[in-house]
């Protein structure tokens, strides 16, 4: 979890996406009751340690998902996934500021991709950008 919480701070730290989000709206995966729009829902997938004959590096590489949603229009969730992606696109070698200071060496954008969603028979349509990033870094 330390690593989704730094990257979520990087996130909330950056002055794009905080007048796109608001604190409360940047959420995990399971969390979203009660949020309000436009949001981000973000989670964790694969971790993969990253080993050599001699044995473990000690580092890491995971992909984290960040889904971001609006009510409004699909203008508004492209902007909040171009913010994300410009948080950590060109990103490398920091500590992030979550509570073990995970040391990142490198962000990588891998996919972007519309998800929007328009259930048949309803009038509200929920625009979903999904934004997906491998992170190379070291495990505190």
């Known amino acids: 979890m330390a690593l989704q919480d730094g990257m979520v701070l990087a996130l909330q730290a950056n002055s794009t996406y905080k007048a796109l ?4 709206s940047t959420v995990p995966v399971g969390a979203v009751k009660n949020v309000s729009y436009p949001m981000v829902v973000y989670h964790q997938g694969t971790i993969q340690d990253l080993i050599t004959t001699a044995g473990s590096t000690g580092n890491r590489t995971a992909r984290v998902q960040f889904d971001a949603y609006s009510a409004k229009s699909y203008t508004e969730a492209k902007a909040i996934a171009k913010a994300i992606r410009g948080v950590f696109q060109n990103l490398n070698n920091v500590t992030l500021t979550d ?12 996919q972007e991709s519309d998800l929007t969603f328009i259930a ?4 509200t349509v929920e625009f979903r950008v999904m934004v997906e990033i491998e992170v190379l870094y070291k495990e505190s």
Do not use: D, P, R
């Open 21 to 24: 989000v608001s604190t409360n």
């Open 99 to 110: 509570s073990s200071s995970t040391f990142v060496q490198a962000f990588f954008v891998t």
């Open 120 to 123: 048949q028979g309803q009038l």
